[in-house]
């Protein structure tokens, strides 16, 4: 129990102060994780939103702590991979598994010109780079979630931010990721990051999430890895 408590404690100290790249203004990546501090059991403590709580698909087992390293370890990395990205920022966040995924928040004024849902020609180089940089990570799920300020009516806002997370969506695909890892979701101005009182806020919440999440497989291979390393 004791270890577990000093696993937690280093988990906390390592990602308190890193886990959020960003490249929104001056393309300078900061920060880094380490999926070798934390597993499954420690995954709670990693920085765990309200929004990312209802991400992934629940495989209603219980994940070894082995596994979680091992996945939290890819996810780590990845993150680092994606901090490049233009207009992007970058987090390390919990799934509905409790594992370690990526969030990536994508500056809506790079993707969509005012309350339009046309991918711009800055916004389908920086999707293709993502794209193109998971290419090598074909067991996850990929949640899109587009969101707006509160400017117009409940239903506007839930059309414009549905029709934006699929344009994403469609773009994915077309780019290479199969499209039956992919959901898309309208979230309109429910989960705002900022206060819509201001202009600044405003901008802050019209952005597109995209959430990146072990599948089953990706799982299943890092339980097994796991008990060949004598992780479990």
């Known amino acids: 129990?004791?270890?577990?408590?000093?696993?937690?404690?280093?988990?906390?100290?390592?990602?308190?102060?890193?886990g959020t790249w960003s490249n929104v203004a001056?393309?300078?990546?900061?920060?880094?994780?380490?999926?070798?501090?934390?597993?499954?059991?420690?995954?709670?403590?990693?920085?765990?939103d309200a929004n990312s709580a209802a991400i992934g698909a629940a495989i209603g087992a219980i994940i070894g702590a082995g596994a979680g390293v091992i996945i939290g370890d890819q996810m780590d990395k990845k993150a680092e991979e994606l901090a490049a990205l233009e207009g992007a920022q970058v987090d390390l966040v919990t799934d509905v598994n409790n594992l370690k995924s990526v969030k990536v928040t994508f500056d809506n004024g790079i993707?969509?010109?005012?309350?339009?849902?046309?991918?711009?020609?800055?916004?389908?180089?920086?999707?293709?780079?993502?794209?193109?940089?998971?290419?090598?990570?074909?067991?996850?799920?990929?949640?899109?979630?587009?969101h707006t300020d509160n400017v117009g009516t409940a239903k506007a806002n839930e059309s414009v931010s549905m029709k934006r997370a699929d344009a994403v969506k469609k773009y994915l695909a077309a780019q290479g990721i199969a499209a039956d890892r992919i959901t898309a979701e309208g979230k309109s101005y429910t989960m705002p990051v900022a206060s819509n009182d201001t202009e600044e806020g405003k901008a802050l919440n019209r952005r597109v999430e995209v959430y990146i999440s072990a599948n089953k497989a990706m799982i299943e291979a890092a339980e097994a890895e796991a008990k060949a390393e004598g992780l479990e």
């Open 26 to 48: 001056k393309g300078t990546a900061i920060g880094t994780g380490s999926g070798a501090a934390v597993g499954a059991a420690a995954g709670a403590l990693i920085g765990k």
């Open 111 to 146: 993707l969509f010109a005012f309350n339009k849902s046309e991918l711009s020609d800055a916004a389908k180089v920086s999707l293709k780079d993502f794209a193109a940089k998971m290419a090598d990570m074909p067991d996850t799920d990929i949640t899109v979630w587009g």
């Open 1 to 18: 129990m004791k270890k577990f408590f000093l696993l937690a404690a280093c988990a906390v100290m390592i990602l308190s102060s890193c």
